[in-house]
């Protein structure tokens, strides 16, 4: 290890060949990690970047790369924020937090680090010295676009293990924002990705009038009675008049001097125009450089009649920019005002070791990146028209103000992404905060608006009423409709956010993944008892202090435990990491530094009827079981009990309609340890939670029944029928009878699979299909349990889901309650398998059997006595001889019953033929061939292959290295070949296409054959290279990656890797791993792949 740095490249930079390379490593609970890194950052003699001695070009550098510390933050700056660079370049996504305790001692990591063992000599390119007029016009050559508001970084990327330089371009391209990351030296595109979701003299207090159709009429108004104009104004005769809002902060408000109330505009004689220092309000319909301006009047109020009209007129909205004034102001004020309770030592609104908070500029009625949308784009925030009021209002109501206002927040301080996981903390801190501003508004608010309906309906929040809490919906104030966008209490009730991170997936949007955080947020104000404003200056100091680019969920969870020492005017350090603690583990996040143990375990509510499964842990290791069902019943079982472990590992119960469930099991096993598991339930009547849109609807018939069961049916286009329940046996097959006489008419069947009392396309069982004579078949999904559910039947024209609850044109529509039952079918042993070369032959276990009562399966494969109890006993190798042999699985329970079956099965294998491989002329085996071999997943551990040294007359070699790596890794293969003249290395380096080839085939299949899609061939410049000793004479390096197959544990784990040296190669590539050649060399390399 180089003593001055442990981030010290290695080789040319765009590559050399051989074990040449840089790592990116997690930092997550890597002590002998941290220790290093703080050498590295210690004061070191040797810091500069040197220009090389090699070359005289000024391209090429010698030095190494630097930690540069970004900002510290803290209550005793434990938050130490680092960003690697090489040279004067950053190096994209290697930025990461060490945190540390008030005594400098490093206690964790966050992000990643890039690490190293050699020195660096790397070539900075020439477009990294161009101008930014000069380098922009080459990168709209090369690309054929025409971006504005450009910005332009020069840094590098670590790429296959490699640096490389890149150009960061951020720009608007056909009205929306893009970042690209482009090869520096060719301009290739290796990243595109959408990138969004970015007091003076004169001031005087200002108003007007705002809001929409659902909220009313709302006049800002600084004082009673001052905003006349807007108190009179009707729309039309029908129309409510307005009603005042007034606000008023008595301490530590950024607008004291008025009392708090947050419409401030700057006055110059008779005009006033909205801009504060904390606020610039843009109307982007009129002039797009300036902030909006009017007459004042005697009370400084906004009133322009005609514009209001038109304005509600076209969007059902009032004025916009007086809307999104207010409630910027309101916003700012409310960060401003935690911000300095929680910094008071802090001087300045912007400190690169504390927060920073800068004037918000916002675009009202900017529909440039959608009319549907409202956005940040890291200098403004844009507000869209509501699809020109067609399908929401204007986007500048109090949810969406503070929701975009917030990613400034985030973009001023953490500065998170706008995708994966770490745009879900992004989304999610946008979504908390719109109701941590709420709550602020309600502590403050007066006037007759705060007594309106639609006032009172927006903060509800009953224990009572969960459907109707909109206080805890994200978008209300801004959908026509009474209904959320997203949801706190249950994230899942919008159809796509995760409750739990079990359900999390690659492909969710961040919107949907973010449905952890604020469900956390939820429980820590509703089961710990935190107020929202404490509860959001968590995540508000999280934001600040230790969130960074590129974090994960889990960072995000450990970023959040660690701000427990900031709260204990709350209480105790320890019982606030309690509740901190417990909040994310209920919801899968589980800190790095928690003291609980993760429970697997499947849990689902049917409606009212919570349901659990237990099947993770053995039931002899059990010595207690306690059952919390949420809603004040508690059970438990334990050793010595009459009753059996077996009636506990599976249980139901019926809970109240209409409550939030918090479920939680704990286990104990008999070594002392306990593991914790906690799932969220939301407990529905047993219903369809909505019924279809209908265009018009038509009733069809009367005569509708399932299983021969008639349906009692009214002259109605839709009916609920939840009186009686149809039985419904999963393994069978069902009808669905209607008359004939429709037969030119569709019919549609749906199973409310997860009882969240929605149908989505996903739940069809019966898909439009033509009702023909009468008779419709169905059968349900294996995955809906046992219970009840609901079925809908839509019987006449197609049906559709552009709506949440269904769409359909003139169908007739009936729900229905069924009680599906799963009879337990009999023990039934089974399985398949497949022959694979070599008489190696993979059993797949295919039986039918309970997985409570804790099955057991004995294989016996035919030969030798071999046997298994593996449930799964994958490979099984035979001997290499034709032969005939009878497999037989017993499987049985252990619960002890006497359930048992047994199936046997005779194969029949042929003797197996070999992949043989050599060199076709014994005499050219010593002229080019594999001299070195090392293979690695860490470059700090790269392994020479024993004997590799030389060649033999075939031309191929076979090594049982007696190497482990760890599954799933990449592991590459670097190659060294003999000494060739340098003319003939220049050959094959210069003309690599057709002179040259290094390729490596993982047998994943295990069936000897390295065939075409298991291979490497990858032909990079930065795959070969030379390395030469000033007499004409050099060795050929190369190097190759492939990642490691994912093996169970009871998996055969032994592999080989085939790698091939060739001089002119014949054969397609990736198609030679079983030809033969004229020069080169073979060597197959068997290695053992873990689990850990």
């Known amino acids: 290890m180089n003593k001055y740095s442990l981030f010290i490249a290695c080789g040319l930079l765009g590559m050399t060949g051989g074990g040449q390379a840089i790592e990116m490593h997690s930092l997550i609970n890597q002590p002998h990690v941290w220790s290093t890194i703080e050498q590295s950052i210690a004061p070191r003699r040797y810091e500069a970047t040197i220009q090389s001695q090699i070359s005289s070009t000024v391209d090429l550098h010698e030095g190494q790369l630097k930690y540069r510390l970004i900002k510290s933050s803290g209550k005793h700056q434990e938050y130490q924020h680092y960003q690697t660079f090489v040279g004067q370049w950053p190096i994209l996504g290697a930025r990461f937090v060490l945190i540390k305790s008030e005594y400098g001692h490093v206690q964790q990591g966050l992000g990643k680090a890039v690490t190293v063992d050699q020195a660096v000599r790397y070539i900075t390119p020439k477009r990294f010295s161009y101008a930014d007029d000069k380098l922009l016009a080459d990168i709209e050559a090369k690309l054929q676009i025409a971006p504005k508001n450009v910005q332009l970084q020069r840094a590098y990327e670590v790429i296959n293990n490699q640096l490389t330089p890149v150009i960061v371009l951020r720009g608007i391209i056909n009205a929306h ?62 129309s409510p008049k307005g009603q005042e809002l007034l606000l008023q902060v008595q301490d530590g408000a950024i607008f004291q001097a008025f009392s708090g109330y947050p419409f401030v505009v700057s006055r110059n004689n008779d005009t006033c125009t909205l801009e504060n220092p904390y606020v610039k309000t843009i109307d982007y319909m009129g002039d797009k450089t300036v902030a909006a301006s009017y007459q004042c009047g005697a009370n400084n109020e906004h009133f322009d009649k005609q514009r209001i009209d038109d304005q509600y007129y076209d969007y059902y909205s009032y004025l916009a920019v007086n809307e999104a004034h207010f409630n910027a102001g309101l916003v700012m004020q409310f960060y401003h005002t935690l911000l300095k309770q929680m910094y008071p030592n802090q001087s300045t609104n912007c400190d690169p070791n504390g927060f920073c908070l800068k004037q918000l500029q916002q675009n009202v009625g900017n529909n440039t990146f959608g009319n549907t949308q409202a956005n940040w784009d890291d200098t403004y925030v844009n507000y869209g028209t509501g699809n020109y009021g067609g399908t929401h209002y204007f986007h500048t109501t109090l949810d969406v103000v503070a929701h975009e206002a917030s990613h400034a927040i985030t973009h001023w301080n953490s500065q998170l992404g706008s995708a994966d996981q770490d745009g879900a903390i992004n989304e999610a801190f946008s979504d908390i905060a719109s109701v941590a501003v709420l709550d602020y508004l309600q502590s403050h608010i007066g006037g007759d608006y705060s007594q309106s309906a639609a006032y009172l309906d927006q903060i509800s929040d009953s224990v009572h009423n969960h459907q109707k809490n909109r206080k805890w919906w994200y978008g209300w104030d801004v959908m026509y409709e009474d209904k959320g966008a997203r949801f706190f209490e249950m994230p899942s009730w919008d159809g796509r956010s995760i409750d739990h991170f079990k359900d999390y997936q690659t492909g969710l949007s961040t919107y949907h993944i973010g449905g952890v955080l604020r469900k956390a947020f939820y429980e820590l104000v509703k089961t710990h008892g935190w107020s929202i404003e404490n509860a959001f200056k968590l995540f508000l100091r999280a934001n600040v202090e230790c969130f960074f680019p590129g974090a994960s969920i889990e960072d995000a969870g450990q970023c959040l435990l660690s701000q427990a020492q900031n709260f204990t005017e709350l209480g105790s350090e320890q019982q606030l990491k309690s509740n901190i603690d417990e909040t994310l583990h209920s919801v899968g996040i589980s800190a790095r530094s928690s003291e609980l143990s993760t429970l697997d375990f499947e849990g689902e509510i049917n409606y009212d009827t919570l349901h659990y499964r237990l099947a993770t842990v053995p039931a002899d290791d059990i010595a207690k079981l306690d059952i919390d069902w949420g809603d004040g019943t508690i059970e438990r079982w334990q050793q010595g009990d009459s009753a059996s472990v077996f009636d506990y590992l599976a249980r139901s119960r019926q809970v109240e309609v209409d409550d939030l469930i918090r479920f939680k099991l704990i286990v104990t096993l008999k070594n002392g340890q306990q593991k914790v598991g906690y799932r ?5 009547a047993v219903d369809a939670a909505c019924e279809p849109y209908f265009n018009q609807g038509q009733v069809h018939t009367s005569d509708v029944s399932i299983n021969a069961e008639a349906l009692a049916l009214t002259n109605a286009r839709y009916q609920s029928l939840v009186s009686n329940a149809l039985v419904l046996n999963r393994h069978n097959e069902h009808s669905l009878i209607l008359p004939a006489s429709l037969s030119d008419k569709k019919a549609t069947v749906l199973v409310d699979s997860n009882r969240n009392g929605l149908f989505s396309a996903d739940e069809m069982v019966l898909n439009n299909q033509l009702i023909g004579s009468g008779t419709l078949k169905f059968t349900l999904p294996d995955t809906v349990s046992a219970g009840i559910t609901m079925l809908r039947v839509a019987i006449g024209s197609e049906y559709n889901f552009y709506d949440t609850c269904g769409h359909t044109k003139q169908a007739q529509v009936v729900d229905l309650k069924a009680d599906v039952e799963v009879p337990e079918l009999p023990i039934k042993a089974g399985f398949d398998y497949q022959i694979l070369a070599d008489n190696r032959v993979e059993f797949i276990n295919t039986s039918e059997v309970n997985a409570l009562r804790q099955p057991s399966f004995q294989w016996q494969f035919g030969f030798d006595g071999r046997t298994s109890a593996q449930r799964h006993p994958g490979i099984i190798d035979y001997p290499q001889t034709a032969g005939n042999y009878t497999i037989t699985l017993t499987v049985s329970y252990q619960d002890g019953s006497d359930d048992i079956d047994t199936i046997s099965r005779n194969i029949t294998l042929s003797e197996p033929k070999q992949c043989v491989v050599g060199i076709s002329n014994p005499n050219n085996a010593d002229t080019f061939y594999i001299d070195q071999v090392k293979m690695w997943t ?40 003999n000494e060739i003249n340098e003319s003939t290395a220049e050959r094959l380096l210069n003309n690599r296409q ?83 050649f004229h020069y080169g060399e073979v060597s197959d390399l068997k290695f053992n792949v873990t689990t850990w």
């Open 994 to 1076: 057709n002179e040259l080839r290094f390729t490596i085939w993982l047998d994943k299949d295990q069936d000897k054959k390295f065939e075409s899609g298991e291979e490497n061939f990858s032909d990079m410049n930065s795959n070969y290279t030379k390395d030469c000793y000033g007499n004409g004479r050099c060795r050929i390096k190369a190097s190759q990656s492939l990642f490691l197959p994912y093996v169970r544990w009871w998996e055969d784990n032994d592999y080989v890797i085939r790698a091939r040296l060739e001089e002119q190669p014949q054969a397609g590539k990736g198609q030679d791993g079983c030809n033969n």
């Open 680 to 684: 969220h339930f939301y407990s529905r």
């Open 938 to 977: 860490s470059i700090n551990n790269r392994r020479a292959v024993t004997g590799a040294q030389g060649t033999s007359s075939s031309g191929y070699a076979s090594f049982d290295t007696g190497f482990s790596f760890i599954r799933s890794q990449e592991l590459t293969v670097d190659i060294v070949s």
């Open 177 to 238: 924002m893009y970042r690209y990351v482009l090869d520096a030296k060719t301009l290739q595109v290796l990243s595109r990705a959408q990138d969004l979701d970015r007091l003076n003299q004169g001031l005087v207090a200002g108003g007007g009038i705002g809001g929409n159709e659902k909220l009313g009429a709302i006049c800002y108004s600084p004082q009673p009675q001052s905003m006349s104009n807007c108190l009179n104004y009707q729309f039309d005769a029908s």
